[in-house]
């Protein structure tokens, strides 16, 4: 309708407004009048434009408190944001309204039939589909007269101040000097009943299901939480799949100038406050709304005389994205393991460039295995910035199901039993359907190589181990000298994808498979305790201080880097040669490694240096290499009085068998961290090779800094050097924003269904106090809590309990200082479990939120062989 080129239009009509005038109605006033235009029932009224808010701000004189609110307070005080946004709400509440926007105003109340109306904020930020401000800005109900209509929007212009408002638009990036604010005003829809209808359901996050939310009265009891509702589930069609009818002893009605909350007539309580067709209808209209806006809606709606209203309708932006690419419809239902969580036990996303090397890394593999390029790999997904794999055709036999969840169970107890759990909710959808294995079944000649590499090894495990990284080291040389002089977008993508991808495919598997022997011999030598000697804890001395554990010397490194800068009297610099030493060796390595968009320590020491300051700072008493040392005789010690027992008990030649396998697996565990070691060399050449493009696109203009280019795919590379590429600076920008926004997702599931299902975890049994999860790493530590979302920048004391989501090897170093570690994620041979175990640090895995259940200061228990974490405290006088 074109009025957003028009100079200080104060308000207009909602049906001349449609989803392009975001910037001048705000959120919802661009979407209800794009609802009135698609004939939906939207009650008619109409909007007081951003144009009013700005004039209302710059005659009062506002510009400056409001600058400074958001370019001067800092997101992460949260005292200081609250004060600061309540003082200039306040101002708001006691500004001015200038005549000319109150005329205006009053003139479109009367032009709308005047009466009583609800007055609404609408944000140009809100109702948007990366963040909701649902309950953030104030609305007005029962409003009559126009200087009281002329108040409420007064009220809605300060609420875009509130406290709550300012704080969730500086965690999600969203604060701005330039956001404004309009205002909907609306015909009063006297209800009779109301409530929600969300066209997908929010609480499984099911594309196919509609969740309805319905109660007697106006619908704010509904929204705000007051009265439980009436709900139904159904499917896409309109059908009623299931129907709970609540005890509903709240009710919103009229009174006075606004409204109130009053006890449900006792008739109404149990009564069902709809009836089959008015759901019916409900459903037609919620999926003729979500097909108009092409996304789930959450609509508000009210039904008057009968007759049903949609007042407002918002994308559901707490739906976790659909992986991406989606199957066809005659596929059926495909189910998704998490990459991010269940391989890694991580939760951030990766960049772009972290899509795209996994993408040539799992290609490597699968050409490995078939010998020809798998560049499409249509089973690898990609949702909110992690990866996915479909491993629905595993799945097409009931045997598989438990096959796979034992094996899932050995990262991540919680991703197995959650797969048994869908199983015997959704397995029938599954189970019985054609289709072959497509990839996975391919890989059996890859395993067969890896097997005669692994039986080598368990023959003779010194020698294997020193020429797997002879071998190793080689080849990633050999590849870093062929990356130089790549001069072309073409020779850098084709070598990231070719060489670094099917090559470095091989060279991080290798050695896996070398160290396999290893871990094989750990659960052989578990259970042979367990029925032989009666005592499985008889094993844990030998399972610590293993040798050749490459992230254990690293952090035995720094350990020894902090005594000698103690020694010295002298802060840690990047430029001292101790810490050059170390980044000439480990400075390829970083937070989150995995991802080449990840700056490197040799970049950015900052996290290494901070690590160092943290040792410095620890007593005598807590020396590592001591410790160490000492941790390694007792483990030579438990291996001889081991093979001693068994002797006794089996005789002389399994005690031979018996020593021979703890033999190799000291031997060879130790190499468990080397994969991630030289694969972080590879990601760190891939890194320069994308920054080497990076710099050319800076100097032919494309883009601002080399650093953008990590948030660009491959293919946009190949784009620019056919000239067809378009916007590079702007698609960076995006996609780093998506970036940003996806790494305060504080939930991922672990699986995830091809119609929207998100499935987190399992409900876990736990009584009051106790946190249960998996015991990974014996003992007892009491102390107190310090949960850690991210290492850099952490500062753990001496004998704290680390509470984390999960760990990489970057993390290892705090283990140094940790009395105990307590993950949401994991199981017994993810990364933090191997490292406690080796550590001797008490240790428990798949704690469902313990990140957000425990809180620094509290004291707690953590038994590493009952699995069990007892809160002692609140700990709130200690925090």
């Known amino acids: 309708m074109g009025i957003g080129d028009t100079v200080m239009v104060l308000t207009c009509p909602l049906h001349r407004l449609g989803r392009g005038d975001l910037a001048v109605a705000g959120g919802k006033g661009a979407s209800l009048g794009a609802m009135l235009g698609a004939g939906l029932p939207v009650p008619e009224g109409f909007a007081v434009l951003t144009d009013a808010y700005r004039a209302f701000v710059r005659h009062n004189g506002f510009e400056e408190p409001l600058r400074a609110l958001v370019e001067e307070v800092p997101p992460d005080d949260s005292d200081r944001v609250a004060a600061a946004a309540q003082a200039l709400k306040d101002r708001f509440l006691a500004g001015e309204i200038p005549e000319p926007i109150a005329a205006a105003i009053a003139e479109a109340h009367a032009a ?126 309109g059908k009623v799949l299931s129907r709970h009818l609540s005890d509903k002893q709240v009710i919103t009605v009229r009174e006075g100038k606004g409204t109130v909350n009053r006890p449900m007539p006792e008739e109404k309580r149990h009564e069902v406050s709809l009836l089959e067709p008015e759901v019916a209808e409900l459903a037609r209209l919620g999926a003729k709304a979500h097909v108009f806006f092409d996304s789930p809606q959450d609509l508000e709606w009210a039904i008057e005389g009968g007759r049903i209203y949609l007042v407002q309708s918002r994308p559901i932006t707490s739906l976790f994205p659909l992986p991406k690419p989606l199957p066809a419809p005659e596929d059926g239902l495909r189910l998704y393991l998490c990459f991010n969580v269940h391989a890694q036990q991580m939760l951030e996303p990766f960049t772009p460039a972290g899509l795209d090397w996994w993408r040539a890394i799992v290609g490597g593999f699968a050409h490995a295995t078939t010998g020809r390029p798998e560049r499409d790999l249509p089973w690898l997904k990609e949702g909110a910035g992690r990866l996915f794999a479909d491993i629905t055709p595993m799945l097409r036999k009931p045997g598989r199901w438990p096959q796979l ?86 020779a850098r993508v084709d070598f990231i994808r070719d060489v670094l991808g099917r090559r470095g495919a091989i060279v991080w598997i290798i050695p896996v498979a070398v160290m396999t022997p290893g871990l094989m011999a750990e659960g052989a030598l578990r259970r042979k305790v367990k029925d032989w000697l009666g005592d499985e804890t008889l094993i844990t001395p030998v399972q610590r201080a293993l040798p050749h554990n490459i992230t254990t010397e690293m952090g035995l490194t720094l350990w020894r880097l902090a005594r000698q800068f103690r020694a010295e009297g002298v802060e840690p610099t990047a430029d001292h040669p101790g810490v050059t030493a170390f980044l000439d060796r480990f400075g390829h390595r970083a937070l989150w490694e995995i991802d080449p968009g990840i700056a490197r320590w040799s970049e950015d020491p900052a996290y290494v240096l901070e690590l160092i300051r943290s040792y410095m700072d620890a007593p005598e008493e807590a020396d590592q290499e001591a410790q160490f040392a000492r941790q390694k005789a007792e483990a030579e010690a438990a291996m001889a009085d081991l093979v001693a027992r068994v002797r006794a008990a089996k005789g002389g030649l399994r005690a031979r068998l018996f020593a021979w396998q703890m033999r190799c697996y000291r031997d060879l565990a130790g190499l468990r961290e080397q994969p991630k070691y030289e694969g972080a060399r590879m990601i760190a050449l891939a890194r320069r090779i994308w920054l080497d493009a990076g710099t050319e696109l800076v100097a032919k203009g494309a883009l601002d ?175």
């Not at 594309?207 to 499917?235: C, H, I, K, N």
């Not at 996975?440 to 020698?463: D, M, Q, T, V, Y």
Request: net charge negative; charged share 25%.
């Open 705 to 879: 800094a080399a650093e953008d280019v990590l948030f660009l795919r491959l293919d946009d590379l190949l784009a620019f050097e056919a000239g067809q590429a378009g916007d590079l600076r702007a698609r960076s920008a995006e996609t780093r924003a998506d970036y940003e926004r996806e790494k305060t997702r504080r939930a991922v599931p672990r699986w995830v269904t091809s119609d929207g299902e998100a499935i987190f975890g399992v409900q876990a049994e736990e009584s009051g106090g106790v946190l249960a999860g998996l015991p990974v790493s014996a003992g007892t530590h009491e102390g107190r809590v310090r949960v850690i979302l991210h290492p850099a920048g952490a500062r753990l004391e001496r004998g704290e309990v680390l509470v984390c989501r999960g760990t990489d090897p970057a993390w290892t170093p705090l283990f140094l200082q940790a009395g105990a570690l307590v993950m949401e994620t994991g199981g017994a041979v993810s990364h933090g479990s191997i490292v406690a175990r080796e550590y001797g640090l008490p240790a428990v895995a798949g704690v469902a939120e313990a990140t957000t259940r425990l809180q620094d200061g509290q004291r707690v228990r953590v038994d590493g062989q009952s699995g069990q974490v007892v809160i002692l405290d609140t700990g709130r006088e200690a925090a």
């Open 405 to 490: 969840a034992e094996a899932a169970s050995d990262k991540d107890p919680i991703t197995g039993q959650a797969l048994l759990a869908f199983r015997d909710r959704e397995g029938d959808r599954i189970i019985g359907r054609e289709g072959g294995i497509g990839f996975w079944w391919r890989i059996g000649p890859l395993f067969a190589r890896l097997g005669w590499r692994g039986l080598l090894a368990s023959l003779n495990p010194e020698k294997a181990r020193l020429r797997v990284l002879a071998e190793t080291d080689a080849a990633i040389r050999q590849i870093e000298t062929e990356a130089r002089g790549l001069s072309t977008m073409r």
């Open 112 to 237: 709308a039939g005047g009466g009583r109306v609800v007055v609404r904020s609408s944000a140009t930020a809100e109702d948007l589909p990366g963040a909701s401000f649902a309950g953030q800005h104030d609305s007005f109900l029962n409003v009559e007269s126009p200087e009281a209509v002329a108040e409420a929007v007064r009220g809605c212009w300060a609420s875009l101040w509130n406290p709550r408002a300012v704080s969730y638009r500086k965690r999600v990036g969203l604060d701005s000097a330039e956001i404004a604010i309009a205002v909907v005003v609306q015909r009063m829809i006297d209800a009779d009943r109301s409530g929600v209808l969300f066209t997908a359901n929010p609480l499984d996050h099911r594309r196919d299901r509609m969740l309805l939310s319905a109660s007697f009265g106006l619908g704010e009891a509904v929204v705000g939480g007051d009265v439980s509702p009436d709900t139904w589930v159904l499917d896409g069609s």
